[in-house]
Nanobody, 115 residues
C-alpha cells in the first residue's frame, strides 16, 4: 500500500510561484512514474507533469516553461515548482503514482491564482 501526501498549495497572485510537495509513505523508487494532475471546477482531471524513476519528464503544453517537476529518491518526495502562475492554473492538484500497474492518488491540495 502506497500513501501519497501533498503539501504546498495555497493562494497567490498571478505571476507568483508555489512549490508543491508529494511525500510517499515508502521508497518512491518503485513508484514509476510519479506525477501531478489537476482538476478545476467543472472540468476533467488532467495531467500536468510526470517523472519516471530515471528522471525523464513530461509536461502539459499549458505549463511548459513555467512548471518543473523533480524527485528526491532519498526523501521519497516529488516536487512541482510552479512559476509565472496564471488564474487558469487554479485547481486542486493531485499527486499520482503507479506501482506495478496500480494507480495511487493523494488527497489533493488547492492552488488558487488571483488576477
Amino acid at each position: 500500500q502506497v500513501q501519497l501526501v501533498e503539501s504546498g498549495g495555497g493562494s497567490v497572485q498571478a505571476g507568483g510561484s508555489l512549490r508543491l510537495s508529494c511525500a510517499a509513505s515508502g521508497s518512491i523508487f518503485s513508484i514509476n512514474p510519479m506525477g501531478w494532475y489537476r482538476q478545476a471546477p467543472g472540468k476533467q482531471r488532467e495531467l500536468v507533469s510526470a517523472i519516471t524513476a530515471v528522471g525523464s519528464t513530461a509536461y502539459a503544453d499549458s505549463v511548459k516553461g513555467r512548471f518543473t517537476i523533480s524527485r528526491d529518491n532519498a526523501k521519497n518526495t516529488v516536487y512541482l515548482q510552479m512559476n509565472s502562475l496564471k488564474p487558469e492554473d487554479t485547481a486542486v492538484y493531485y499527486c499520482h503514482g503507479v506501482v506495478v500497474g496500480l494507480d495511487y492518488w493523494g488527497q489533493g491540495t488547492q492552488v488558487t491564482v488571483s488576477s
